[in-house]
């Protein structure tokens, strides 16, 4: 795929291929995905645009979007993402409209002679949007491309445009936002997560990732552990564990069919570590095994929404004694644009005031030593998020990265912390 434009909005600025910048702000509050988003506050223009790109004959561009009980004059339209050519004519313009009493999304495709318009009520929530276009290859072939699809629907798929001129139907200004002035509308409108190409390759959506059971917990003052999962995973899932024995490193432990993802140690004497396990057609319990031992933890979740998991990244920060915080370490840049992560601190009988950096949200308390919390991440960027508590302890921290294989869509990420003292 050649990406003219991906802005995930991630680093809290816009890209810098946008030199135009009309009271567009990137906000917390925008997110549709990951951390930040694009708002758009409606009544004035606040847009972002480029200066001129290289133009192309083929294009296909995806974003979020999310009217927000925006506020629209009955029947009147705001352009949301609009192509010029070099002498400022639109090729393709993508609306929000409001039609009582409906939102719509609506597609102009510009043709040599005239256009074609295209409108689609949705509901007030967040959408993804994905067009497709293509100039035609010559006069009279007249097969120019329009597609739409809507949350992954197609609604367009006119492959008959009369598109041929290479003067007039050749974009290179991009303008991204709520674009025109938009008088007598009021209110915000969120967007997030935009990628265009100049090759047509398919970009889709972002998977929904869903913790379907888990965390599921247990322990035993034995060197052993057995826990049985609520209902049968589905096939294809991801499985992990978290495992850790009260006395014993990583090398002395084992889950068999499953594989160890890496282990860090929390004191000394003592390793935390991750394993996990493509479900298959029937998942029977999950044993934690070690060579010795005076008492194990485990903990295990299924995940649904990565299409053939596939291991990525891993990070670790060894034990440090006497914290009240600790980092998981740095993953290196994920290979996918979102991706699971994991990573687990357990750090004593922090019951109160724990706190997570960089977005992370707490997910669970897994038993009185461990912790989780949980990131949603839509574009690729090093990952590393700090565990902050009151009481002074051991700890250690982990973090491992899971992408979708051998499919043509973004992914995105979760993640959990686990440390001990």
Known sequence: MANLITDYFETGAVNAVWTDN??????????LHGNYGLQCTLGSD?????????????????????PNSASIVNTTSVPIYVLYNAAWSNVII????????????????????????????????????????KRATGEGANNGIFE?????????????????????????YHYFGAFGG?????????????????????????????????????YEGDASVTKAWTSTPTAGNLLLAIGRSNNRLIADASISGWTLVGSVKVTSSVEVGIWYKIAGASEGDVTLAWTSSTGTFLHIMEVAGITNPTLDKIAS??????????????????TANAEFCLAVISQGN????????????????????????????????????????????????????????????????????????
């Open 22 to 31: 009309l009271a567009a702000s990137v906000a917390t509050g925008a997110k």
């Open 46 to 66: 606040a847009y972002l645009g480029t200066g001129a790109l290289t133009g192309f004959s083929e294009c296909r561009f995806r974003f979020y979007i999310d």
């Open 94 to 133: 993508t609306y929000l409209k409001y039609t009582s009493p409906n939102y719509q999304m609506t597609f102009y495709c510009r043709k040599d002679s005239g256009n074609n318009t295209y409108a689609f009520n949705i509901t007030d929530v967040p959408h993804c949007i994905e067009v497709h276009w």
């Open 148 to 172: 739409v699809w809507i949350d992954g629907v197609s609604q367009v798929s006119d492959t008959t445009i009369d598109n041929d001129n290479a003067t007039v139907h050749n974009p290179v």
């Open 182 to 218: 938009n008088a007598g509308n009021t209110g915000n409108i969120y967007l997030d997560d935009l990628v265009v190409n100049n090759d047509g390759v398919e970009i889709g959506q972002i998977p929904a990732y869903t913790i379907v059971q888990g965390l599921l917990r247990v």
């Open 317 to 334: 920060s060894e034990y440090t004694s006497g914290v009240t915080s600790k980092t998981t370490g740095t993953t290196d840049t994920p």
């Open 350 to 421: 922090v019951t109160t005031g724990l706190t997570w950096s960089n977005g992370y949200a707490n997910l669970d308390t897994l038993d009185t030593l461990h912790y989780a919390a949980y990131f949603l991440q839509s574009a690729a960027a090093a990952q590393e998020t700090t565990a902050s508590w009151t009481t002074s302890r051991f700890a250690g921290g982990m973090m491992t990265t899971f992408k979708a294989g051998a499919v043509a869509v973004n992914t995105k990420k979760n993640l959990l912390l686990l440390g001990v003292g």
